[in-house]
């Protein structure tokens, strides 16, 4: 059974890191595209960062560029979120999902079945 689990997520103060991880079991990863997604209280699920499956597409949100990365260890089955300089807007809960599918999973996440059930990050002096 595809299951997904976040961690990593805390309180960190602006200008910040964290560094988000999501442990993949129950298949293989190198066969699907990744996703990092975030619903800030009161708004809408907004993707933040996908990459396809052999790690050579990557779309990414505007607000995030420069300071977020993706990345993926697929013998570890592991996914991660480097987030560096966060910024009060960044205060979220974060999700992993993946998806066979790259262009479904950022375009259509509502198509998307797999997700993580995600881990709290909040910016905050």
């Known amino acids: 059974q595809l299951q997904l689990v976040e961690s990593g997520g805390g309180l960190v103060q602006p200008g910040g890191s964290l560094r988000l991880s999501c442990q993949a079991s129950?298949?293989?990863?190198?066969?699907?595209?990744i996703g990092w997604f975030r619903q800030a209280p009161g708004k809408e699920r907004e993707g933040v960062v996908c990459?396809?499956?052999?790690?050579?597409?990557?779309i990414i949100l505007d607000s995030v560029k420069g300071r977020f990365t993706i990345s993926r260890d697929n013998d570890r089955r592991m996914v991660f979120l480097q987030m560096n300089n966060l910024k009060p807007e960044d205060t979220a809960i974060y999700y992993c999902?993946?998806?066979?599918?790259?262009?479904?999973?950022?375009?259509?996440?509502?198509?998307?079945?797999?997700w993580g059930r995600g881990t709290q990050v909040t910016i905050s002096a």
């Open positions: 999902a993946v998806d066979r599918g790259f262009l479904r999973l950022w375009a259509q996440s509502r198509l998307v079945r797999n």
């Open positions: 129950g298949f293989t990863l190198s066969y699907y595209s």
């Open positions: 990459q396809n499956n052999f790690g050579n597409m990557t």
